[in-house]
Every structure is written in C-alpha cells, then in structure tokens.
C-alpha cells in the first residue's frame, strides 16, 4: 500500500490538493490513518496543513472559536470550555483524544461523533474554506463536501442550560450506545421555553430530535411531564446496528436516557 | 514511491531516515530504527501497544505518520531504564506481575508515564482513566493498575 502526505502551510493550497481523486484531509488521523491501515483502495494521498491558527482555541464575548485541528484532550482541558468538556472526554481513551481532532469529528460516521452531537446541540457555525453554514446543513452535506473545515463557532451555553451524556458500556472508554446533548432555556420557575436536542448512533450522524424538542416546551422537567417527550424521542431515528447494539435495541433505550438526561 | 526524509529525537538521540510516504511511526520505529519496543497490536487505535510519548504526550504510533513527527521529542518504553537500572514503573511492573506475555507492557507502562509525570500521586480512578485505552488480553488489569500505583508511591518516597 503506498499513501502519499502532502504538506502544506495554507489551507488554500490544501483546497486545491483535495480537489484529486483519492486525496483525503488528515486531521489527527485516528479514523483516516486507521481506514489507510484497513487497506481502504480508495485512497492515495492526505493533505494536510500545519498553519497553526487552525489549532487555536478563542473564548470571547460569551463565543467559543474552535480551530478544526483542536483536539479532545484541548478541550477538555480549557478552563473557559467547561461546558464542551463532558462530550470531549467522551471521546475514545487519553491518546485518541490527544489526537482526535474537532474537524474529523464531523465527518466522523456513527458510532462515533460524539463532540459533533454537543456542536449540533448548541447550533453552531461551521466555517469552511468556501464559506460558513450551520452545522445542521453542513451534516446534511457532508459526504459531498471537499471543502476544508477551518473552525467551528458557537455561543458558549450556560453551565444549568447545557447537558450531555454518553451512554457506552464498556467504562471509563467505551463505542457509544448512543450520546444524547440538550440546550435548554427554562423560566426561573423551571418550565422550558426552547430546547434543542440532539442524538448520536440514532442515525448514520448526529441528528436533532425535533418531536422531543416540539413536546418539552412549556414543561417543567419532571417525569411526569416529559412523558410526551420521551414519547416523540424516536420519531425520525433510524439508529445503527453495530457490535455495540441493534437498531432495535438503540430504540428501545433511547427514552430511558433521555429521560435520565432531562430529570436526573 | 518517493522516500521521504524524517528527523525526530527518540529516547534522547537524534534519529534521520528515509521511508515511504504515509508510513506509519510504528513502522518506522520498528522497521526502520529497530526500536521494537512499541508493539503492533491492531493497528486501529483499538489496543494501545503502539503508544508512544510525543512531546510529552501520549499518542498511537499506529495512526501517526512517520512525516508529522519531524522534529518531535518521542520517547518509548526501551528507552526508560538508565544506566542498566530499571525505570520505577518497570520495576513495579515485573514485581507486581502486572506483566505476563509482555505485550500490552510497553504500552502500558508509556500510559502510566504520562499520567505519573503529571500526577505524582495518582487516585485508583485516575489510573484506571489512564490506561483506559489499553488492552490486556492476560492480567485482568489488577495487577497493572497496583503496579502503577505502587511505582507511585515509590517515587514519592524517594523524593520525601
Ligand atoms: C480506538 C478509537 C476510539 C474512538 N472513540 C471515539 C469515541 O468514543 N467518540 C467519537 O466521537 N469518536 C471516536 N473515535 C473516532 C475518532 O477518533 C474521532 O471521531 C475523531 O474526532 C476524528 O478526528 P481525526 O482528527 O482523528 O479525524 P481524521 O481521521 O484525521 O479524519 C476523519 C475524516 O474527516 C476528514 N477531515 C478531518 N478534518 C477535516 C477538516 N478540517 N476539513 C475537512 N475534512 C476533514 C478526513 O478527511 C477524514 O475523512 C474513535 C477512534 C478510534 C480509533
Ligand atoms: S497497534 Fe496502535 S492501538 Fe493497537
Ligand atoms: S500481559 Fe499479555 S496482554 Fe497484557
């Protein structure tokens, strides 16, 4: 097998590298590395750029910038990403997560993608080199995507407002069940005025439950109350079967875990 | 295919070689500089025998290129004892039998490193977080995360 790496120092230059058939980016290389020791055919050179701004981390003004080469272990280390750095340790072990990298994480297939469901929950912006998009569109778009990400942005969320569990079975390191994220806004009395949610391993991508988001307005965050929530939770999910769980299986515990989220 | 040069200080001294693009630096240590210390496992990031210490960091030498690495400061397991004296983590190791066919060891004992070079006085949890992206197929991990904690408290006497 023979793998060519390009190296370059700007992004623009990495564009055009990516335009050849067979060229793929490398971030930290944990998925494409490993897909190139798989033997994938469909390969034949990474790019990559060693322009240090993509690895820059910027809090500001209540925004987070995160360069597309920061990686897990950067996060989650932060001071001011306390918030994020749940769903960065969730990502794989300790030299994974020196090496994983925000960018590769969105094109990361489930099971993985972990951080992306965090991302996807707060709504952020994903910033490539042909422009910026929501980072919903972006997942849509991905597969056909030849663009290199240069950074994602978000606002950072209030510490109550913000939740993220991964559910795995192998601990402290396991392949996700399933990670469920939830950006919620509540009243100081407790009932929930917006809420976006987001899943993992219940599509081939991050997706957002949108039925159980529609159904916790107005709620408060009790059991009984978010029944019709849990409810809705599957609508649209057509969650992976893989060694870790069935579809089947992924469905059924999905509501239990969202619902743990919500209340717990 | 086109060798390309690579540079990297390992275990102290400066290495330089050819190999082909996109080889890995497990190959490249192994292969090439004959440092068989990191050990090829899965070559998925699954098992961890291939980890080495990158700039003071703990990384899978399987899934990093050998290219990336230039100028890098890597250390591995081979290159830990000093003058025929054995490094404090494998000392703990051999005498905890916290090694049995030795595969996982190397591995292991660059994961524990890491974590003892920041956290002298490691918690059980911080050790079991620590080495949680390492396999061992023989010891049921007990003895390894006694030996690392062990190695611990050795050092902290030493210093006291
Ligand atoms: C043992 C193991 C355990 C893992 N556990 C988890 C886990 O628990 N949770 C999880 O979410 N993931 C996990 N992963 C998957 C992976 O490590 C992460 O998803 C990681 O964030 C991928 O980032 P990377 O930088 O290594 O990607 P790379 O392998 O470098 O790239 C992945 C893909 O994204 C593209 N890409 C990367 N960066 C860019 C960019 N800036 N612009 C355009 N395209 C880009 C690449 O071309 C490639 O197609 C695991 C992987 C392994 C090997
Ligand atoms: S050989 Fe690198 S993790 Fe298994
Ligand atoms: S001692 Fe054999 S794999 Fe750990």
Redesign the pocket.
């Known amino acids: 097998m023979s793998l060519a790496l390009q190296t370059f120092s700007t992004v623009k230059d990495a564009s055009a590298a990516?335009q050849a058939a067979g060229a793929?980016?490398?971030?930290?290389?944990?998925?494409?590395?490993?897909?190139a020791n798989e033997g994938d055919v469909s390969l034949s050179s990474?790019?990559r750029?060693t322009d240090p701004s993509?690895s820059r981390i910027a809090v500001s003004g209540g925004k987070a910038r995160l360069g597309?080469?920061v990686?897990?272990a950067a996060v989650a280390r932060h001071p001011e990403l306390n918030a994020l750095s749940p769903a960065a340790r969730?990502?794989?072990?300790p030299a994974?997560r020196n090496?994983?990298?925000?960018?590769?994480?969105?094109?990361?297939p489930a099971?993985?993608?972990?951080?992306?469901?965090a991302l996807l929950a707060l709504d952020a912006i994903v910033v490539?080199e042909d422009g910026e998009m929501p980072i919903e569109t972006f997942l849509t778009g991905r597969n056909a995507?030849r663009?290199?990400?240069?950074a994602v942005a978000f606002p950072l969320p209030a510490a109550e407002s913000f939740r993220f569990r991964?559910v795995?079975r192998v601990k402290p390191?396991?392949?996700?069940v399933l990670?469920i994220a939830a950006l919620l806004q509540r009243t100081s009395d407790g009932v929930v005025t917006s809420a976006r949610i987001a899943f993992?391993c219940m599509a081939d991508r991050p997706m957002r439950a949108k039925a159980a988001e529609k159904a916790l307005l107005g709620c408060k965050l009790t059991s009984k109350e978010i029944a019709p929530a849990l409810a809705a939770a599957g609508a649209g999910t057509s969650p992976i079967t893989d060694p870790i769980a069935s579809a089947w299986y992924r469905a059924e515990v999905l509501p239990v875990h969202l619902g743990r989220l919500l209340v717990g | 295919m086109a060798k390309v040069p690579v540079q990297f200080t390992l275990n102290g001294s400066e290495k330089a070689e050819f190999v082909e693009s996109g080889t890995t630096l497990l190959n490249a240590l192994r292969d090439k500089i004959g440092d068989t210390s990191p050990k090829g496992g899965c070559h998925?990031?699954?098992c961890g025998a291939c980890s080495v210490i990158i700039d003071g960091e703990l990384r899978?030498s399987c899934?990093t290129l050998a290219e990336t690495c230039g100028g890098a400061n890597i250390k591995t397991t081979a290159g830990l004892a000093e003058g025929g004296v054995l490094h404090p983590l494998q000392r703990a190791f051999l005498d905890g039998f916290a090694t049995q066919c030795g595969f996982c060891t190397p591995g292991m004992i660059m994961a524990a490193k890491v974590l003892l070079d920041r956290t002298p006085n490691p918690s059980r949890e911080d050790v079991v977080e620590a080495l949680s992206?390492n396999v061992c197929r023989c010891t049921g991990y007990e003895p390894i995360i006694q030996a690392v904690l062990s190695a611990a408290r050795a050092n902290s006497q030493n210093v006291a």
């Open positions: 990516l793929r980016y490398l971030g930290g290389g944990t998925l494409v590395v490993r897909a990474l790019v750029v993509l597309a080469s990686t897990m969730a990502v794989g072990g994974i090496m994983a990298t925000v960018g590769g994480n969105l094109f990361a099971p993985y993608g972990d951080f992306t469901v490539t995507s663009a290199v990400v240069t991964k795995s390191k396991g392949v996700s990670s993992g | 998925q990031g699954t899978l899934l992206g």
